[in-house]
């Protein structure tokens, strides 16, 4: 299954953009790009997927290039409340593989007023 | 509806003791995993079930028991619990099919082990 790499810790003043980097250099052909948000004492939550190109929701957009070695989650001006891990996660689709789940250390995105 | 939800949520045991933790989820999902994550850690699979009745070893199953009761139950036991087994353990659940899923994962239980 695909390894991610992902920078241990971010900083960044409330209300600008962040963008966090991922990179999946053997991510397979049916692999779907996930990630999550994790606050302290708490079980991750699901924040946005794609499998290419750009994707977006209400909290989050997920860019994906075109040979699908990295993706980039953007997070439109961060408030304190965005303090938290953030994991990037290589899903195979169908669940087929999903026993070698591997989330990896994530990013320390810390917020500053 | 409750999503995932596990029990208990703080426990001590003493080394060689066993226990049980147990989760359940109310989402009809078919497929459960349970994870276990260290201080500072990312999470690593324990073991995963994609239905009922099947369970697979994820890339730290060694110590740890599964059992997936039903579709709504999938518990996991220490048999002779370890201090290298003090860790903060969730539950979680999705769908399986074709196209990506995501996880509903549980609040956690929080295990020392003396």
């Known amino acids: 299954l695909a390894k991610t790499t992902q920078p241990i810790s971010m900083d960044s003043y409330e209300g600008q953009e962040v963008n966090i980097t991922c990179s999946h250099n053997n991510i397979a052909t049916n692999d779907y790009i996930t990630w999550y948000q994790q606050f302290p004492s708490q079980g991750p939550r699901f924040i946005i997927q794609?499998?290419?190109t750009k994707v977006t929701n209400e909290v989050a957009s997920l860019f994906i290039p075109a040979d699908r070695k990295s993706s980039t989650l953007s997070l439109p001006r961060v408030s304190l409340s965005d303090t938290a891990v953030y994991y990037c996660l290589v899903e195979p689709y169908s669940g087929a593989g999903s026993y070698q789940l591997t989330f990896g250390k994530g990013t320390k995105l810390s917020v500053i007023p | 509806n409750a999503g995932v939800t596990q029990t208990p949520k703080f426990q001590v045991l003493k080394t060689g003791q066993s226990m049980t933790l147990q989760c359940a989820q109310d989402m009809n999902h078919n497929s459960m995993y349970w994870y276990r994550q260290d201080p500072g850690m990312g999470l690593r699979l324990i073991y995963y079930?994609?239905?009922?009745?099947?369970?697979d070893k994820g890339e730290v199953p060694n110590g740890y028991n599964v059992s997936r009761l039903n579709k709504r139950e999938f518990s996991l036991r220490l048999e002779s619990a370890a201090p290298s087994q003090t860790s903060v353990y969730f539950c979680?659940?999705?769908?399986?099919?074709?196209?990506?899923?995501?996880?509903?994962f549980g609040p956690g239980t929080r295990l020392t082990v003396t």
């Open positions: 079930s994609a239905s009922e009745g099947t369970t």
């Open positions: 979680a659940s999705s769908h399986t099919g074709t196209g990506g899923y995501e996880q509903y």
């Open positions: 794609g499998y290419k």
